[in-house]
Nanobody, 121 residues
Framework: QVQLVESGGGLVQAGGTLRLSCAAS????????MGWYRQAPGKQRELVAT???????NYADSVKGRCTISRDNAKNMVYLEMVTLEPEDAAVYYC???????????????WGQGTQVTVSS
């Protein structure tokens, strides 16, 4: 059983800073990529940022320059810091990892339950 638990969401003022954390636990053999996605009401889930096990990061154009993703590989944790929040950043933010649960297993995609981020103007 694998669990991803996000924390740090809530109400943030426009122009403020958001810090999210996600901890992956359970039987995990290896994690390749960890990342954050978000889904606003009526919209599809979209990439926010990902970080590979080697430290390569990727950001959506909409958050570039405002967002930093980081990982603690030893703890299977991933963090997201976003500054200068805009009303358009309001969404449910989901943590994700791509990895294997066993040495012989396939690479799967695993998701957290999501954490709501509301931006007040």
């Amino acid at each position: 059983q694998v669990q991803l638990v996000e924390s740090g969401g809530g109400l943030v003022q426009a122009g403020g800073t958001l810090r999210l954390s996600c901890a992956a636990s359970g039987t995990i053999f290896s994690i390749d990529s960890m990342g954050w996605y978000r889904q606003a009401p009526g919209k599809q889930r979209e990439l926010v940022a990902t970080a590979s096990s080697g430290g390569i990061t990727n950001y959506a154009d909409s958050v570039k320059g405002r967002c930093t993703i980081s990982r603690d590989n030893a703890k299977n944790m991933v963090y997201l810091e976003m500054v200068t929040l805009e009303p358009e950043d309001a969404a449910v933010y989901y943590c994700n990892f791509l990895g294997k649960l066993t040495s012989q297993g396939y690479i799967g995609s695993y998701w957290g339950q999501g954490t709501q981020v509301t931006v007040s103007s």
